[in-house]
């Protein structure tokens, strides 16, 4: 079955301060999905990426997949304290179904 | 604005009763909707796909009888938890992709159940 690594487990960062999360798969990804949780609350939905080197920005976020279709990053530039929260990367792994297999998230926050 | 919502948001049940979470698909219709379930500080489980006018599909190690789901139209999916035990208190979250919503995947906002 598919797993999703992401890393790191938790970030903290200093406001304006750039980050980057990653998400890596052990097997080839058909779709990978970003999204923003707070906790106990509903799932936001970032970016959704397909193709091999795709690339999509987003305010001051970025996602990129890379060619292989094995790995994924997200990148946020000049954080501000909103851009804390959980981030979970999720596959469609087994061809377009809708189903999603999710990393364990990362927890970010942001110190004013 | 939100696409897909679910209902209730937070439910408190006793210990034996069933209750029901209704997930809405607002600004499309969704041929097919999945449940997870979320633990504390943990990451979302897929338990079922709830395909309309079709059973369910559970995945390994969700009880089928226990988490009874029906997709009745194309809008509405619903997750009634029979038998409620304090074990089954956690967060339920539903998603929803359909014809008209391409290959986005869209959550609800969750339903908090505890049982006591």
């Known amino acids: 079955s598919q797993e999703l690594e992401q890393s790191p487990q938790s970030l903290i960062v200093q406001e304006g301060k750039n980050l980057t999360i990653n998400c890596t798969s052990s097997?080839?990804?058909?779709?990978l999905y970003w999204y923003k949780q707070k906790y106990g609350e509903g799932l936001i939905f970032l970016m959704m990426l397909q193709k091999g080197g795709e690339e999509k920005s987003h305010e001051k976020i970025t996602a990129k997949l890379d060619e292989k279709k094995q790995q994924s990053s997200l990148h946020i530039t000049a954080s501000q304290p909103s851009h804390a929260g959980i981030y979970l990367c999720?596959?469609?792994?087994?061809?377009?179904?809708?189903?999603?297999?999710f990393g364990q998230g990362t927890t970010l926050q942001v110190k004013p | 604005g939100a696409v897909v919502s679910q209902h209730p948001s937070r439910v408190i049940c006793k210990s034996g009763t069933s209750v029901k979470i209704e997930c809405r698909s607002l600004?499309?219709?969704?041929?097919?909707m999945f449940w997870y379930r979320q633990f504390p500080k943990q990451s979302l489980m897929l338990m079922a796909t709830s395909n309309e006018g079709s059973k369910a599909t559970y995945e390994q190690g969700v009880e089928k009888d226990k988490f009874l789901i029906n997709h009745a139209s194309l809008t509405l999916s619903t997750l009634t938890v029979t038998s409620a035990h304090p074990e089954d208190s956690s967060f339920y979250i539903c998603?929803?992709?359909?014809?008209?919503?391409?290959?986005?995947?869209?959550f609800g906002e969750g339903s908090w159940l505890t049982v006591v």
């Open positions: 097997k080839t990804l058909y779709g």
């Open positions: 600004d499309f219709q969704a041929t097919t």
């Open positions: 998603s929803a992709r359909g014809h008209r919503a391409g290959n986005t995947i869209y």
């Open positions: 999720g596959a469609d792994g087994s061809g377009n179904t809708g189903k999603l297999i």
